[in-house]
């Protein structure tokens, strides 16, 4: 994608549909005149009084213990510099958005317009009633240093500058975990840091608190070391300065055992890193380029340990591995600050979970056969679902120990359960697919790519690395669209009637025909079906000249699913396909099946649909708990639409034990945990959180994917096809652009995943053999 292109998609992401990326929303019911008379006058003078009484009230009556103001004068703006407080507005939109979906915390963003600390330190104390915490943002030192304390002394609130304390919890808890795999003591190391901003500073400060000894560390600025015979010294870099009569990035490597990295891109040399100890430990944090490129790195020496701050390398270094979990335990237990005992808490809890058996979900989202504690996995990565319940309590714990807390957690088990409900994991599921089909992107073709929005699909999936596309359709028409799109890679072009196809094209009709000449079809109807772009396409797959496709944006559903059906056909052992869409609620995902195929399925089809169904979301990295819908609950019914639930999920009892798979059961019942430990608490689902729904029929599932969908009360993913010999899916008519990158990636994921149990398969055979 050129810069220029990215540039307006950036701009056009952010205006459109409405600017911005975050916005209010009411939390309480406001329809009726009753309603409104609580939510105003004159109900709400109440509240008001009993805070007046007693002002810890407040984070009773309102939502102020949920709401984190972050904060920024916008002169230290990423990779920016002092670009001002308007400009730096969609980067703090952007640090609010994180503190919802990763951990449930309301981020209201400040900007503020000035530089003086003391008219800073000021506005913050004079709005801080308003909020629970104060995440402090991009603001260059020392400026930084001088507010934070002040307002730390001033406020009886949590106050935080990420920038400073965030890539220093992280960063140590890699820290801790590296020495301990090379068997060195903190006491001990030689480490040297090149960068001397607010961030490099509270990182060599919190590595002082765990044990580095102040003589051992070398600190050098874009002057070079920070020795004690400088003039003109900050009080923070005379705190770091060196008596070693040295004076080079060079000279201060040779036998060290630690760098850090925040400074800029490409300083260090391979020639450096050779002068380093054995088993040297390198942090290169700079971004988005490090101090030295990380395969250069790890060519020069195969004993590294190595981290950086990018995504595309192990043991990334991000500062959301902290933020949001450290400051949703700290406002849950109504800390009046975040102090060191609570940063170091983070930082052991975050090591520590590197080192604990890593969920199946984090392997498949990252595409690793099994991450384990090692030098390539020295800290928990981004999207660990354990997160939210491992980091908050450990901030929690050490806040009411070290007695800054003003309300103390008592039941710490209740506390996790309601942690794990929260937003923070139940919203990664499109980002956990997408990141997954990157690892390994397969070959797709879109079988409509005449069409823009497809073209657009494709084009989105390309950029993003989450497939390679195959463009099938007019080709003519395909490279106009293309240059309007500006999508310029050269991605393959197939036109089904072109004389360049014709070899492909009687090759496909060959092997169709020989497949189904004793169902009618003659060498000649073969040839024609092959000018059809969903003939033609499925017999890529099929043949293996592709991974998979999607279709169906511009024809109706039954007309697309005979093709398929005819060429593709079911896998091996299955009676009947069936689909399911993954729909992205409030309260999580949820699966819900069969959403487009099977009219009225049969007791035993039902039973099938659910086993196809719960591997699909065992695919995608969740663990499938099943609930078999029906309009009445455990046997409350024998009509034969109730009596042919009951008999699906007694073959699932019976052939199935291991799934967690129970009903015949209503809605309500399913997804409300009270109301079916309360009522039915022999259920196989007492206790548990349901994430698939499998319908009686066809109707039944279909309206209510739908609805949801209209109602805007969830994003759907689908219809996924189940069953099917190949990685091909049918998108519903009229898809919109991000539904069909979607599929790209449901579809690359399929293929993936074929291609696992094939090799496990080969694998097998050629053991026995």
């Known amino acids: 994608m050129s810069e220029e292109k990215r540039r307006r998609e950036a701009l056009v992401y952010h205006a459109k549909p409405s600017p911005g990326k975050i916005k209010i929303v009411p939390t309480k019911p406001y329809a009726t005149q009753r309603d409104l008379a609580l939510a105003y006058s004159p109900g709400v003078a109440e509240p008001c009084l009993e805070i007046e009484k007693n002002r810890e009230d407040v984070y009773k009556y309102t939502s102020k213990g949920n709401i984190v103001a972050v904060i920024s004068n916008g002169t230290a703006v990423l990779g920016l510099g002092n670009i001002g407080p308007e400009a730096s507005k969609p980067v703090m939109e952007g640090k609010s958005l994180l503190f919802k979906i990763f951990a449930d915390i309301d ?34 030192a020392p400026e930084a240093f001088e507010i934070e304390r002040r307002l730390k ?12 304390h965030g890539t220093a919890i992280i960063s140590a808890a890699a820290l801790l975990n590296a020495l301990e795999l090379t068997n060195r003591k903190i006491e001990e190391v030689k480490i040297v840091v090149s960068g001397a901003g607010a961030a490099a500073v509270s990182c060599t400060k919190l590595y002082k608190a765990f044990g580095a000894m102040a003589e051992n560390i070398v600190m050098l600025d874009s002057k070079g070391v920070i020795r004690k015979d400088r003039e003109n010294l900050s009080h923070e870099k005379l705190e770091f300065a060196t008596d070693q009569k040295i004076d080079t990035l060079e000279e201060a490597m040779k036998d060290s055992d630690v760098f850090i990295g925040l ?79 609570m940063k170091m808490a983070a930082v052991k809890a975050l090591a520590d ?28 990565k981004p999207f660990d679902p354990r997160l939210i319940s491992e980091i908050p309590p450990a901030v929690a714990k050490a806040a009411i120990q070290s007695g800054v807390s003003k309300a103390p957690i008592t039941n710490w088990e209740a506390y996790c359960e309601a942690l794990l409900q929260r937003s923070g994991d139940d919203n990664k599921v499109m980002r956990l697919l997408m990141n997954r ?20 699909a494709a084009q989105i999936a390309y950029e993003e690395g ?119 609620t409030n309260n999580g995902p949820l699966i819900l099946s069969d959403t487009s195929i099977n009219i009225d399925p049969t007791a035993e089809e039902l039973a099938e649909i659910a086993r196809m169904t719960a591997n699909l979301g065992s695919a995608f990295g969740f663990d499938p708990v099943v609930a078999m819908l029906s309009y009445a609950n ?46 039915f608490p022999f259920s196989k689902l007492a206790g548990k959180k349901v994430n698939t729904l499998i319908f009686p029929n066809l109707e039944s599932a279909n309206i209510t994917y739908k609805l949801l969908k209209e109602l805007h009360a969830a994003d759907a993913i689908g219809p996924i096809m189940l069953g099917l010999r190949k990685a091909v899916h049918i998108l519903q008519l009229g898809a919109s652009v991000d539904e069909m990158v979607n599929m790209t990636a449901v579809a690359v994921i399929d293929a993936q995943e074929r291609e696992k149990r094939k090799r496990a398969k080969t694998g097998n055979s050629s053991r026995k053999a």
Request: with cysteine; proline share 5%.
């Open 466 to 584: 989450i497939a390679h596309p195959i463009l099938l359709g007019d080709k003519q028409i395909i490279s106009e669209l293309k240059k309007e799109l500006e999508f310029d890679a050269d991605v393959p072009i197939i036109d089904q009637y072109g004389d360049d196809s014709l070899e492909k094209r009687n090759h496909y009709a060959q092997r169709y025909w020989e497949s189904r000449k004793r169902s009618g079809t003659t060498l000649y109807s073969a040839q024609i079906k092959m000018r059809e772009r969903n003939y033609f396409g499925a017999m890529m797959v099929l043949e293996g000249d592709a991974d998979g496709m999607i279709t169906g944006h511009s024809r109706a559903y039954a007309n697309v699913v005979r093709p398929v059906f005819e060429v593709i056909g079911r896998a091996t052992s299955v009676r009947k396909a069936a689909t399911a869409h993954i729909m992205i």
């Open 153 to 164: 002394e001033e406020l009886d609130i949590p106050v935080m500058h990420d920038d400073q």
């Open 107 to 140: 981020g209201i963003d400040i900007e503020l317009d000035t530089e003086d600390v003391d008219k800073f330190v000021e506005t913050v104390k004079t709005i801080a009633p308003t909020f629970g915490g104060i995440n402090l943002e991009d603001i260059k």
């Open 263 to 341: 400074s800029i891109a490409d300083i260090v040399t391979p020639k450096m890193l050779e002068s380093m100890a054995k088993n040297p430990i390198v942090f290169a944090m700079a971004n988005p380029n490090p101090e030295i490129k990380y395969g250069l790195a790890c060519k020069t020496r195969d004993d590294i340990i190595m981290a950086t701050g990018r995504s595309d390398h192990p043991n990334q270094v991000n500062n959301v591995l902290g933020f949001p979990f450290i400051f949703r335990g700290a406002l849950d237990v109504r800390a009046t600050t975040i102090n060191e005992e």
């Open 353 to 380: 979970l590197a080192k604990q058996p890593v969920p199946e979900q984090v392997n498949i989202t990252y595409g690793e056969t099994r991450l384990t504690f090692g030098k390539d996995y020295i800290i928990p």
């Open 634 to 679: 455990f046997g409350a019914s024998n009509h034969p639409h109730a009596s042919k639930v009951r008999k699906a999920v007694e073959q699932l009892h019976d052939e199935n034990p291991n799934l967690v798979v129970d009903g015949e059961i209503q809605t309500d019942f399913a997804l409300n945990r009270e109301m079916l430990q309360s009522q």
């Open 437 to 456: 089909a990157k690892v390994n992107p397969k070959k797709i073709v879109f079988a409509e790519a005449d069409h823009l929005d497809v073209l657009k």
